[in-house]
């Protein structure tokens, strides 16, 4: 049978038979046929051969090379497609005699000294070396190939391999001498092994060891590091070695970046046990790491301490570490810097004056239990201070909450007797700081020109701001009916850009009003036309109101005859002043135009109830009906007010709420109130309980600042039918608009602290600024939500404390007093300690009294924990 008859059958046993029984030119002559049918198949062809075709061909091309030089080049290109298997080369080699076999190794040699190695010759070389006896290559190719043989069994056998082959005397040394052989850690481990029984020169494995680590990344390095731990004397020997890669490191650090990057960083710099003496040329990179991240100075912090030990850190570094340790956030970093300080003035009584001035910058940190450790720190070491330093600690426990204040008067001497009082009074009297609120700003009067409406909508397409929403919407209707051609020519470059897409209608969607006033075709959605004012229908019911809005506007462009809309907002609030909604109206009853019902309801849904009676009474001479519904709404005072809170919250006592979520209760009217539908809805007093259309829940709809400008006076229910969907720039405009603050704005303010601390702390100091905050009610729903687990004790803990910061004790006080009982009964809540320490300072500041029962029992407790001691402050400041 002829050799591409077998290759075809994948026969290879009958491959191999037939290049044995051929000559050398019987098998030159077969080659041609063989590499036309390799190159005819191409990879598509290749894949489709059976695993035994394959090796069939591969096998056949080999053996039917004419010499070994030609062999070399052959197996060095490889050819693009090859088997899997290795077996393969082995059986077609042995077909030669051992001369040829020996030369091929040459010439493989050779090739892999000009070029790189391809495919896996290491294979066929190792073969033919055990089984002829000739010399091993000793290019570094045939090397890592050598040792990635062994390297590649199971790592627990590895160093039994390299024992047991007798090739390991002759090429371990060369492998570790090779640029370009690689290696693992296991096998660095097997090698650190064979040092000790002399097999491996012990100072050639450390230098590779060196190279290798010296190329890679530290979370891989100290794997290698690892896997040949040094003596002292080599430790010593190569201190040049380990101070250059530490301060590659050590640059590597100062750049700082997320825990998963700089932790292997410092692990490596760990392992690398830099000596103090070492260390000491870092000094000043040590202390900058001191103002990084809290896992970077702590490191800092570890060196410098231990060079301090070792006697080789000046006084003025240590001061400086105080200088930028002492105030950090980050208790733990601070903690660690005055157990040093406490050591240092142990080991060294003479700088107790230096020690205790150090650590009295403690007293200005914002925790009061690190004051009261720096506190005890100082009472520690005072008997070994001098005069002027007990002076310095004077001036500085100024700085001491009023909790710590008449501790270190008996300590210090800060204070004579019956002071105490009118300190704590002239306290209380600069204690509570609230911002200064102007109340909402005016809206600038309509757009008086076309380009100030395409200036309008160009903001409105980029971004939720009412107020340019409404004046844009107001100067489409008013400029369409002045100079439509005009107003046309001025928003041809707005609406080059279209607005996003987006579930439910939103404010961006008055484009399509201006692609009415330009008569362009609509507007497409994945290149297909589309209706209109959003990509499908609006969903929420505020988006359904605005909707209309739009729809209705697009009418009264075209019919022309209202001159200006009814709801343009007079405040940013989106309130509209009902002096000057009676004036609209008067307006249009002068000219004869019955206004838009949906611009109208609107304007209703704005206007600010108003006690002036020159007012009312110039809307009840209205005659119209539109004019009659407004004399109606403010007599009665606008649209009562509705309770959002839920059933069975004990409202008597918030603090005794039970653990859990406490969702507001949905709004709704039960007086029968003339309102459109689509009015209605947003009240909630239309289908209320039903989901959405689409298929969405309310809590699924992104809650747009519109929907406040929607129902300015009624903040509290917008709130409640806003549920989760209450980002923080909406929680701000909930806070800037009117109306009261009940339990659904208060319940937006203890999600929010958890999340967005920033914009919850600013909504609870807006609200205490108008004296609409509840402390007792906001403190009820946090316990809730902690012990139901739905809160962080720790970030809502944060939230209290900076709005502490800002000067609002007494406003912090009120919500805390409130939710300790609940955290404290029992098993107290993880960071209640925390929690507590905050009251401490709050109620310290507003010279607050009384009793709390949970408080009492905790600090009556035996024990030193954070919890239980601050319990004691808190009770010694109540009582």
């Not at 371990?172 to 640029?179: C, K, T």
Request: aromatic fraction near 4%.
């Amino acid at each position: 049978m002829r050799l591409m008859a077998l290759v075809e059958a994948g026969d290879v046993p009958g491959v191999l038979r037939a290049l044995g029984e051929l000559g050398a030119e019987q098998r030159a002559a077969q080659l041609p046929e063989l590499d036309a049918r390799y190159e005819e198949l191409g990879f598509p062809g290749w894949l489709k051969l059976t695993a035994e075709q394959g090796v069939a061909l591969a096998s056949a091309r080999l053996g039917c090379q004419e010499t070994p030089d030609a062999a070399a080049r052959h197996l060095h290109s490889g050819g693009r497609y090859v088997p899997p298997q290795d077996g393969w080369m082995a059986d077609v080699v042995d077909l030669f005699p051992v001369g040829w076999r020996t030369e091929l190794v040459a010439r493989l040699d050779e090739q892999v000294r000009e070029r790189s190695g391809s495919q896996r010759l290491h294979f066929v070389v190792d073969h033919i070396v055990r089984t002829t006896g000739c010399p091993m290559p000793q290019s570094d190719y045939f090397v890592d190939g050598w040792l990635r043989k062994h390297a590649c069994g199971p790592s627990d056998g590895l160093l039994e391999r390299l024992r047991e082959d007798p090739l390991s005397a002759k090429l371990l040394p060369l492998a570790l001498e090779g640029p370009s052989v690689s290696f693992s850690s296991h096998v660095l481990s097997a090698l650190c092994t064979l040092a000790a029984e002399e097999m491996v020169d012990r100072a050639a494995l450390v230098r590779r060891t060196f190279a290798i680590v010296a190329g890679q990344h530290p979370a891989a390095a100290i794997q290698y590091w690892q896997a040949v731990p040094l003596t002292a004397e080599e430790h010593a020997r190569t201190a040049p070695q380990r101070v250059a890669l530490a301060e590659r490191l050590l640059v590597r650090l100062l750049q700082d970046g997320a825990p998963k990057t700089i932790t292997p960083v410092m692990t490596f710099l760990r392992a690398l046990a830099l000596t103090p003496a070492e260390y000491v040329p870092f000094i000043r990179d040590h202390v900058a790491m001191l103002d990084l991240s809290s896992p970077v100075a702590s490191y800092g912090q570890e060196v410098l301490r231990e060079l301090d030990e070792a006697g080789l850190l000046e006084e003025d570094v240590l001061s400086e570490a105080c200088e930028r340790v002492l105030l950090r956030p980050e208790k733990k970093l601070v903690r660690a810097q005055l157990s040093w300080l406490d050591r240092v003035a142990r080991r060294e009584p003479a700088r107790a004056d230096r020690i205790l001035a150090e650590t009295a910058l403690a007293f200005e940190h914002p925790d009061v239990s690190v004051q009261e450790r720096a506190l005890r720190l100082v009472a520690r070491h005072l008997k070994k201070a001098g005069g002027p330093a007990r002076a310095e600690l004077r001036t500085a426990a100024a700085s001491l909450g009023p909790a710590l204040a008449v501790r270190a008067a008996e300590l210090l001497g800060t204070q004579t007797p019956g002071t105490e009082q009118d300190t704590r009074a002239e306290r209380l009297a600069e204690a509570e700081v609230l911002p200064f609120l102007s109340g909402p700003g005016p809206v600038p009067g309509p757009a008086g020109s076309a380009a100030e409406v395409a200036q309008e909508l160009a903001v409105v397409l980029t971004d939720d701001d009412v107020v340019a929403f409404e004046r844009a919407l107001d100067g489409l209707v008013r400029h369409a009916r002045l100079d439509r051609e005009a107003l046309c020519r001025a928003l041809e470059p707005v609406m080059r850009r279209g607005p996003g897409v987006h579930h439910d209608c939103g404010q961006s969607d008055l484009y399509d009003v201006a692609a009415a006033v330009r008569g362009d075709e609509p507007r497409k959605l994945y290149g297909r036309p589309h209706r209109r004012i959003s990509h499908g229908e609006a969903v929420s019911p505020p988006g359904k109101l605005l909707m209309a809005r739009l729809m209705e506007a697009i009418d009264v462009i075209e019919a022309g005859a209202q001159p200006f809309l009814l709801a343009l907002p007079t405040h940013v609030t989106g309130a509209v002043d009902a002096g000057v909604l009676v004036e609209r109206l008067a307006e249009l009853e002068r000219r004869g135009v019955e206004p838009a019902p949906v611009d109208l309801e609107q304007a209703l849904l704005r206007v600010t109830p108003t006690a002036d009676e020159q007012v009312r009474c110039a809307a009840g001479d209205l005659r119209s009906d539109a004019g009659r519904r407004l004399a109606r709404r403010l007599r009665e005072g606008g649209l009562p007010h509705q309770d959002s809170t839920p059933e069975k919250w004990p409202t008597a006592d918030p603090g005794d709420a039970p653990p859990g979520r406490w969702e507001p209760a949905s709004p709704g009217l039960d007086q029968d109130i003339q309102l459109l539908p689509v009015a209605a809805a947003v009240l909630g007093t239309f289908e209320r309980d039903r989901t959405l259309e689409g298929g969405y829940s309310p809590h699924d709809i992104y809650a747009a600042p519109y929907w406040v400008a929607q129902l300015p006076h009624h903040r509290d229910e917008v709130a409640a039918r806003a549920r989760n969907s209450v980002n923080g720039r909406m929680l701000a405009r909930l806070t800037e608009a009117g109306g009261p603050a009940g339990y659904a704005l208060h319940w937006q303010i203890a999600r929010k602290i958890d999340h967005d601390r920033d914009s919850a702390v600013d909504a609870l100091l807006a609200l205490a600024a108008q004296g609409q905050f509840d402390g007792r009610l906001l403190g009820g729903q946090l316990q809730a939500l902690i012990c139901a687990g739905s809160s962080s004790p720790k970030r809502v803990v944060d939230g209290l404390r900076t709005a502490a910061a800002t000067g609002a004790y007494a406003t912090v006080w009120s919500v805390v007093e409130a939710a300790l009982p609940a955290l404290l009964r029992g098993t107290p809540v993880r960071d209640a300690g925390a929690l507590l320490a905050v009251g401490v300072e709050c109620a310290s500041r507003c010279a607050a009294k009384g009793v709390v029962p949970e408080v009492e029992a905790v600090a009556a407790r035996t024990g030193s924990s954070q919890t239980v001691k601050h319990a004691r402050l808190l009770r010694d400041v109540l009582r």
